[in-house]
């Protein structure tokens, strides 16, 4: 696997880490249960990282020494990328030939190198998106810088050269064909996973409610609204906190001192973000949402969470947050109905498949802040509704676990090979 722009080792929800690098890293380990040893090349970018970590048995990551350590922004790494290449060529070179089977590439900086090696050992390229700057860019937030020109046409050409595209959804594999001119024939639908026993509801009636918002300091009584996930205009976690002001114009003094809206994720991205512009802390205070004297915050401002905590948010909240602008798939959506908790989502890119609306939790259409406190408001004032929802989040989430994911993968890795095999036959 190539996962040039980040690495599975990272903590998500900060920087460029995300749902990426929790597809890759459960990916990776399910295949490697499943006797598929799995090696993840990634840009080192720190002097200290040791050039190989096991992330799990049978699955290694590779740090490659491309480019200044530190200090590098993702929209740079282009000029890295044949540096980059050269340090995974040089691996293989150590190993005797055929050593490697498939190369699985992750995002389109990823693909470019992906093609270069799989050219070269003669072995099928399989990609995987994650993102198309042509679906970003005509989702964009307020703001938000739009994707370059060279990105366009680096997915169109890594599209081309893949011998299979795998698509979280069937509106993306419609994407790739709309949109950059894959082949139909050669894209695979298979959505993500989620692990079901990290993220599962807790003990006890409550699914582990009460117990989670002790842990976390969180009133028992509170209307609890989370958002997790990286802070910047794409995630649209200001939409949340508008929603929340306008929630709190609604409902009086006694919402005024339950309510409380957790954000859970750290600075991200270029634009707004690496600005400065895209400030949650001023905006929480311009609209009263923090610093009003005599009452607590509402807002609560917390770093990224750990893989062994976030499901402690999830089970504390009463509802999840997902105000995307675009979203290939949304895996904090699924994980946080994994843990039982109903969520609000944007309805947009794959969210409208992780969430199964008015069953698991409810789809909005657009980014309106009263559109969003009007839904956010039907649920936080019908407990009932609430409730019903819960076991149905849970039913949705077991519908994508991992393992299923992995035999998707593989039967693409199969398809892969079975064409390069093809080609290679006519060829002779």
């Known amino acids: 696997m190539v996962s040039m722009h980040t690495s599975p080792i990272d903590q998500p929800g900060t920087g460029d880490a995300g749902g990426m690098n929790v597809y890759v890293v459960e990916l990776a380990t399910e295949l490697a249960r499943r006797g598929t040893e799995v090696e993840v090349f ?37 000029a ?16 005797e030939a055929g050593w490697y089977d498939v190369v699985h590439s992750h995002y389109w900086l990823s693909g470019q190198v992906g093609d270069l090696a799989a050219d070269r050992w003669g072995v099928p390229l399989v990609h995987s998106s994650h993102t198309l700057a042509r679906v ?8 938000d810088v739009p994707e370059p020109r060279a990105r366009v046409i680096g997915e169109d050409q890594v599209v081309a050269a893949a011998d299979r595209l795998v698509a979280n959804t069937a509106e993306e594999a419609r994407e ?7 082949d139909p024939e050669r894209v695979d639908v298979v959505p993500p996973g989620v692990d079901l026993e990290r993220f599962s509801p807790g003990p006890g009636p409550d699914g582990g409610r009460a117990a989670a918002r002790r842990a976390l300091g969180l009133p028992a009584d509170a209307v609890v609204l989370l958002f997790a996930g990286r802070v910047q205009p794409l995630k649209a976690p200001d939409v949340l906190l508008r929603a929340a002001a306008e929630l709190l114009r609604r409902g009086g003094p006694d919402l005024r001192h339950r309510l409380v809206v957790p954000v859970v994720g750290g600075l991200s991205g270029a ?76 309805r947009v890119g794959g969210l409208a498949t992780a969430v199964d609306d008015g069953t698991s939790g409810a789809l ?28 149905g989040a849970r039913r949705h989430a077991e519908r994508f676990g991992w393992a299923a994911s992995a035999e998707g993968v593989l039967r693409s890795y199969d398809a892969a090979r079975a064409s390069r095999a093809a080609r290679a036959g006519r060829s002779a």
């Not at 990551?61 to 790494?77: N, Q, T, Y």
């Not at 970003?136 to 703001?143: E, S």
């Open 136 to 143: 970003k860019n005509a989702h964009l937030a307020r703001g």
């Open 271 to 346: 634009g707004p973000a690496a600005r400065g512009e895209y400030d949650l802390v001023a905006l929480a205070h311009r609209l009263g949402l923090a610093g009003v004297p005599g009452v607590p915050d509402v807002v609560r401002f917390e770093p990224p969470a750990p893989r062994e905590e976030l499901p402690q948010w999830f089970r504390a909240a009463d509802l999840v947050a997902v105000p995307s602008h675009n979203e290939s798939f949304g895996l904090v959506a699924l994980e946080a109905q994994a843990c039982g908790t109903p969520v609000v989502a944007a």
């Open 176 to 182: 790739l064909v709309s949109l950059c001119g894959a």
């Open 364 to 391: 909005v259409d657009g980014h309106d802040p009263a559109r969003w406190a009007e839904v956010l408001s039907s649920l936080v004032d019908d407990p009932a509704r609430r409730a019903a929802l819960a076991p």
């Open 80 to 95: 890295q990328m044949c540096a980059f290449a050269a340090g995974v060529l040089r691996t293989e070179a150590r190993h």
């Open 42 to 78: 990634t840009r080192a970018r720190s002097s200290d990282a040791p050039p190989v970590v096991e992330l799990a048995p049978g699955v290694l990551v590779r740090h490659v020494a491309s480019g200044p350590f530190e200090g590098l922004a993702k929209e740079d790494l282009p």
